[in-house]
């Protein structure tokens, strides 16, 4: 699977703790209130901005497994999460963070996630997370990922998974043809398989109500504006005129990237999920 720079995830990581949707990320907590010792399995995880986020509204006393392919990215979450706890040491597994109130034990898996999770989770696992990663992902994989959890009637909580919609302003009259091309690309192989791409939300709701789950989704845009994140904002536009090269005329492509410093913002959709199993209703 293609990764990310951690430069891009330092990037984005401000727009994606605000565009997360509190009301779900708290039934999380909320849930997993009762638990002694929270194990937490983070899918995809970077640098671990998915456990700066959801951490400090956990119970004080925390398990996180951090999964990822790419070591260059779990070399970097060992620097940014010791940066960003009160006090941080380093254990025979990973390390243990201090903040705020919280006790919060980490370890790191180098991990080829295509073969599934299975070999991820215990019965002692109580919630499988990730953060803008099952767009990548096959629908088949996907199916086999949701069996698994519920083998376990284990929680499940994923956010920022991309929708399809790219909203600039100003319009321009080639986003339509950019965003087409932006999507039918998010749908190839990521190295899962056909990329389930937009799909991504719709399909994880049928396969966990498939097992029983109770679903709820939230739509959580990226709204970026230029004055605020000029940065952002152009890389974005950069980004999505690279992948998008192969599958427009040069000329329309060319128009369209030279009207990029003259966006003011974009809406970039995205959705959360929370599955909930049956025996935890």
């Not at 907590?29 to 700066?52: E, H, P, Q, Y």
């Not at 925390?62 to 009160?86: F, P, T």
């Not at 109130?101 to 299975?118: A, P, Q, T, W, Y």
Request: glycine share 6%.
């Amino acid at each position: 699977m293609s990764g990310f720079s951690p430069n891009w995830l330092a990037l984005r990581e401000q727009a994606d703790h605000r565009s997360r949707a509190p009301h779900l990320a708290f039934k999380i907590a909320a849930k997993l209130a009762g638990f002694v010792n929270v194990r937490i399995v983070d899918l995809g995880c970077g640098t671990g901005s998915n456990l700066r986020a959801l951490a400090p509204i956990l119970s004080n006393d925390q398990y996180w497994h951090l999964v990822d392919y790419s070591e260059d990215l779990l070399a970097h979450a060992r620097i940014l999460l010791r940066e960003w706890a009160d006090y941080a040491e380093t254990t025979s597994e990973g390390m243990t963070l201090y903040f705020d109130e919280k006790i919060i034990h980490v370890r790191f898996s180098n991990v080829d996630l295509k073969d599934g999770i299975s070999g991820l989770l215990t019965p002692r696992s109580d919630l499988v997370t990730s953060s803008a990663f099952f767009d990548l992902i096959s629908a088949d994989w996907i199916q086999t990922m949701a069996a698994d959890t519920a083998r376990q009637n284990i929680l499940f909580h994923t956010v920022l998974s991309y929708d399809g919609r790219i909203q600039w302003f100003p319009t321009h009259n080639l986003d339509q043809a950019v965003q087409d091309a932006f999507n039918q690309d998010q749908q190839s192989d990521k190295g899962f398989g056909p990329a389930s791409g937009p799909d991504s939300t719709s399909i994880l709701v049928e396969a966990f109500e498939k097992q029983g789950y109770l679903c709820e989704t939230a739509d959580t845009p990226w709204i970026i504006h230029r004055n605020d994140e000029p940065e952002l904002l152009d890389a974005l536009g950069t980004g999505i005129g690279e992948v998008v090269t192969a599958k427009l005329p040069l000329a329309a492509l060319q128009e369209w990237t030279s009207a990029l410093e003259q966006r003011r913002s974009v809406l970039i959709g995205h959705r959360d999920l929370y599955a909930c199993p049956p025996d935890k209703l």
